[in-house]
């Protein structure tokens, strides 16, 4: 087993050279590490080769131990890891390194809330965990044309490793198409894309599952013995997340036999301005007869209840996605009945493991899953 073991070892680390090579900004400095690497990691299986040939049972069950606790120490020194993570570093993901790699980031939009957050959880990891990987940023401003353009501009640099956040799922596929076809690993971070999965990595949340935490809750805390009207406001039409959590919430509903009546749904596009223009709309429409409004996210959220406050219309359950700062203030104050929380710097975060480990190993792509928490009165104190 441990001769087996040894050749997989070697053979990850051919692999990763390949990667490194093919994209990287400084090939004789890549080319130098991946020699030095497959030269220690010769001498390793040399010496191991040895090892196992006077070794017994019992010493192969410590070298087991002893590779357990090198595991742990990374995640330790990474941070401390929470049980899920802690299942992806057992499973081969790299927490902490200090290998030269370039790699680069296309934000969805520098101005949205969430995505500075996803941004800020790739950076401050990088500089944290692999001192020695450049991390080029740029902002794809909502912009499909601008990140097919980011896309090709950092392919042409050689970065060794691209990530993105889609701004639309159908149109990114171009990006992905380009990343393989120059043999650069793409990782999509938070918003996916709608091509094949064994082309990217992934390092997100299931959008499907955040709605389905809000048709929970209003099914568990919410009276409706009397048909309830909802509104709902959505994301931007053509995202896979915006499609999810909309089905998310209205398949767990009407699963239930919740009692409620859709009076609109409307594309919010995720913005709180977009939404109090559109709340405004119901409230002329509707007055109060809403009883509850769903949004995609919590900019929504907050922009629905500013403008049902400015009505003096006080008593709509409104639920929202994120646990943004001031979402988590106005469930508090009663103002939000919950939100989701989305780990947007744990989804970074792990964006960042997952182009290290590619970049090393040359791993096939994989979906790694950032869990949602549902947020409500109940457990607020811990988000604040």
Not at 160 to 187: F, K
Request: aromatic content about 8%; charged content about 20%.
């Amino acid at each position: 087993m441990k001769k087996r073991l040894l050749g997989l070892v070697l053979c990850g680390i051919m692999t990763a050279s390949l990667f490194g090579c093919g994209g990287a900004a400084d090939s004789s400095s890549a080319g130098s590490s991946a020699a030095a690497s497959y030269a220690a990691a010769s001498e390793a299986a040399s010496s191991a080769a040895s090892e196992a040939e006077a070794e017994s049972t019992a010493a192969s069950s410590e070298d087991a131990a002893a590779a357990s606790e090198a595991s742990a120490d990374a995640a330790a020194d990474a941070g401390e890891m929470k049980d899920w993570e802690q299942a992806y570093v057992d499973d081969g993901y790299i927490p902490t390194g200090d290998s030269k790699y370039t790699f680069a980031f296309i934000s969805q939009d520098f101005k949205d809330t969430f995505s500075q957050a996803v941004t800020s959880g790739i950076e401050d990891y990088v500089k944290q965990a692999y001192p020695n990987v450049e991390l080029l940023v740029g902002d794809g401003e909502q912009d499909v044309n601008r990140q097919v353009q980011l896309a090709e501009n950092f392919i042409t640099q050689g970065v060794d490793v691209l990530m993105l956040s889609s701004s639309d799922s159908d149109g990114c596929v171009v990006i992905c198409e380009t990343a393989r076809q120059n043999n650069v690993p793409l990782v999509v971070v938070n918003s996916d894309v709608a091509c094949p999965e064994v082309d990217h990595f992934f390092a997100g949340s299931d959008h499907y599952y955040s709605g389905q935490l809000q048709a929970e809750y209003l099914i568990d805390n919410v009276d409706d013995s009397e048909t309830l009207n909802l509104c709902y406001l959505g994301g931007i039409n053509g995202f896979t997340h915006a499609k999810l959590r909309r089905e998310g919430v209205f398949e767990t509903l009407d699963k239930a036999g919740f009692n409620y009546n859709l009076l609109s749904d409307q594309e919010g596009k995720y913005l709180r301005d977009k939404a109090m223009e559109i709340t405004e709309d119901w409230i002329i429409q509707y007055g109060e007869d809403i009883d509850i409004i769903v949004a995609a996210n919590d900019e929504m959220a907050m922009g629905a209840m500013q403008s049902l406050q400015a009505a003096g219309i006080n008593d709509v359950i409104i639920c929202g996605i994120d646990a943004n700062q001031d979402a988590c203030e106005a469930v508090k104050d009663g103002s939000l009945a919950m939100t989701v929380f989305q780990d947007a710097t744990s989804q970074g975060k792990w964006g960042a493991i997952e182009a290290y480990t590619v970049a090393e190993t040359g791993r096939a792509p994989e979906y790694l899953d950032v869990p949602y928490l549902p947020v409500s009165a109940a457990n607020i104190d811990e988000y604040l």
